[in-house]
């Protein structure tokens, strides 16, 4: 068969799937390619990139062979397999229907990517075109032929290919032309090793596919929900699970870097890393839905990173709790859709960001409420938070957001001080540590009176974004969730309803705060961005808590509606573009589809 040019473009973002190991991931196109691969680890760099690029900065096409001049046919239909991180594909053509199964076998050894395809119907004629690009597109590996293995090195790289299928070279690529009829099943896999390491061992696919699904059903049976919005929890929960990186518990805010909020912008960052607040919030998420396994390894990480310094606590930190993570632009790569530049790393990991502390110390004594086993260390880290937190939290930040403009006295980061050392008082009360009671509840209420004085514009009787500002943030609907005032306060109720009058997109979904498409608005940054799904979630959270429950439920449920068809969400919604924008798929909108469901179920408040 000759060869023909591979035309594969990247796809809509939520034209990908999420398959992963619980150390790295990959996103798999509707069309059956692989665009996205970092090994072995989440932060790690690409091995396929042409998701932020083109086919020439690496790739893995697998799925029906496709005429001349036409693009890869996407899959007629594709599902997880049950409550699973497997992956199947169907297509169907005019010479019959075939399946690809696609999965990465929780990892004992080598990190593994492993592609299997099965003949359903007629004699399908397939093709794998594999491009291996290193070093996030810019390095072209060596490849050859080793002990009948296909091996591709570079540095301190190498890639083992492996299947029975023949395989030849052409243009950089190593391709596999076959064709499967009922019954037929033909595995590809690659594994990472250390390229100055012993290969890794000859892969077991049928086995590694077993033993995976193994894994996901016997770790799901341990959800404790069972409400009406089951199949988006399970989901959502299978999700945050993928992104946590299992040898030391941390957890990624997402498994991608420069997928866009503004979609040929330049608002593009590096979330393959461990935001203390998203982590955190995830951290609680799982609590409440019986992953206490999970949870505990979090604390321990958090003790690990934070070790003898909290006083100068980082809002996020490498997976393994390293603490540089400078920011670089790879200027070789166009960006997604030419949104550039694309980013690795973050800058923003020496800001200042108080609402962190609210948000560890939320996480430390929802733990603690929920029986998590005491430790000794978690406690005394809390009562250090505080003690940095009475000296500091009247100083301005860069807030919840990430601002690159100047700092500003966030009322959002105000709040979760307050969060911080009221949870902390409790953790006294309860007599588990030793701290200035009297003092620390003096404190908690000067922030409380500071916020309600600094932050609150009575004539519009709406909190503000910040003190003395006149604009709103939906930072804000998180007042009421924290338990800084009760939900029926009409300064909340006030609150609530200006958001949804000044941030509300035209169908109904919330933005972060206003942007300024033409100069630099609060954020330091120009552009415009989507719709925020965590915000919208809040929302959803906070009309439940004043009593507005029908219109929770529909918010909620047009929420589940922008979901792809494997119910995975990214960061943002783009009400103009009608599409998902941002980092896929996303923690911080995946935790608040999981806290909305929890609540709506407690409320009663659902459909049929």
């Not at 029906?64 to 001049?69: F, G, L, S, V, Y």
Request: proline share 6%.
């Amino acid at each position: 068969m000759a060869v023909r040019l591979e035309l594969h473009v990247a796809g809509r973002i939520e034209d990908y799937a999420l398959i992963g190991d619980m150390q790295t991931a990959a996103l798999v196109c509707r069309d059956g390619t692989v665009d996205w691969l970092c090994l072995p680890r989440f932060d790690s760099h690409a091995i396929f990139a042409g998701l932020l690029g083109t086919e020439e900065h690496g790739f893995w096409r697998l799925g029906p062979a496709h005429a001349a001049e036409s693009e890869p046919p996407a899959a007629a239909r594709r599902s997880y397999r049950g409550d699973s991180l497997i992956l199947e594909s169907e297509w169907d053509t005019p010479r019959g229907t075939v399946r690809v199964t696609d999965f990465m076998p929780p990892r004992d050894g080598a990190p593994q990517l492993i592609r299997i395809v099965e003949g359903v119907t007629g004699r399908v004629p397939m093709r794998s075109a594999l491009r291996m690009r290193f070093s996030y597109g810019r390095v072209v590996p060596w490849v050859h032929r080793h002990e009948g293995r296909t091996v591709a090195v570079a540095g301190p790289d190498s890639v083992w290919f492996d299947t029975e299928a023949e395989t030849y070279g052409k243009s950089l690529t190593t391709y596999a032309d076959f064709t499967v009829a009922p019954g037929d099943r033909i595995a590809f896999t690659i594994s990472w090793e250390p390229s100055h390491k012993q290969p890794p061992p000859l892969p077991e696919p049928e086995t590694s596919l077993e033993a995976t699904e193994t894994f996901w059903r016997e770790w799901v049976e341990h959800c404790t929900y069972h409400g009406p919005y089951r199949e988006a929890v399970v989901r959502s929960l299978i999700t945050l699970k993928a992104l946590t990186y299992a040898p030391t518990g941390g957890i990624v805010a997402a498994p991608t870097t420069s997928l866009p909020e503004d979609i040929g912008g330049v608002r593009n960052w590096d979330y393959r890393y461990t935001w203390l607040r998203d982590a955190a919030i995830t951290l609680s998420s799982l609590l409440r839905t019986g992953y206490r396994e999970e949870a505990r390894a979090w604390r321990e990480w958090l003790l690990r990173a934070v070790a003898g310094d909290p006083e100068n606590l980082q809002i996020m930190y490498g997976i393994a709790g390293e603490r540089e993570l400078g920011e670089a632009e790879l200027d070789w790569l166009p960006g997604y859709e030419e949104s550039a530049p694309v980013r690795v790393g973050n800058g923003a990991a020496h800001q200042l960001q108080l609402d962190v502390y609210g948000e560890v110390t939320e996480a430390l004594h929802l733990g603690h409420m929920t029986g998590l086993a005491r430790n000794d260390y978690a406690s005394l880290l809390q009562l250090k938070l505080i003690r940095y937190l009475e000296d500091h939290w009247q100083e301005p930040d860069e807030g919840i957001w990430e601002v690159r403009g100047p700092r500003r006295h966030f009322v959002h980061s105000k709040v979760m001080a307050w969060v911080a050392v009221d949870r902390t008082i409790k953790l006294i009360e309860s007599g588990d540590a030793d701290g200035p009671l009297e003092r620390w509840k003096e404190l908690r209420d000067d922030i409380h009176r500071d916020v309600c004085e600094k932050g609150y514009d009575k004539e519009r009787n709406t909190f503000t974004q910040s003190y003395g500002s006149q604009e709103l943030d939906a930072s804000l609907l998180l007042i009421p969730q924290m338990g800084f005032l009760p939900p029926d306060d009409k300064r909340v109720i006030g609150t609530i309803e200006a958001i949804q009058r000044e941030l509300s997109t035209s169908d109904g979904f919330i933005l972060r705060y206003p942007t300024e498409g033409k100069d630099e608005g609060v954020d330091g940054l120009p552009g415009d961005e989507g719709a925020f799904l965590a915000c919208s979630f809040w929302m959803a959270d906070d009309l439940a808590m004043i009593g507005r429950v029908d219109e929770a439920r529909k918010l909620f449920e047009k929420l589940l509606g922008l979901r792809n068809d494997l119910g995975l969400l990214a960061e943002e919604w783009d009400p103009r573009l009608k599409r998902q924008v941002g980092n896929f798929p996303q923690a911080f909108s995946h935790v608040p589809l999981i806290d909305t469901a929890l609540r709506l179920t407690a409320s009663g408040a659902y459909g049929g």
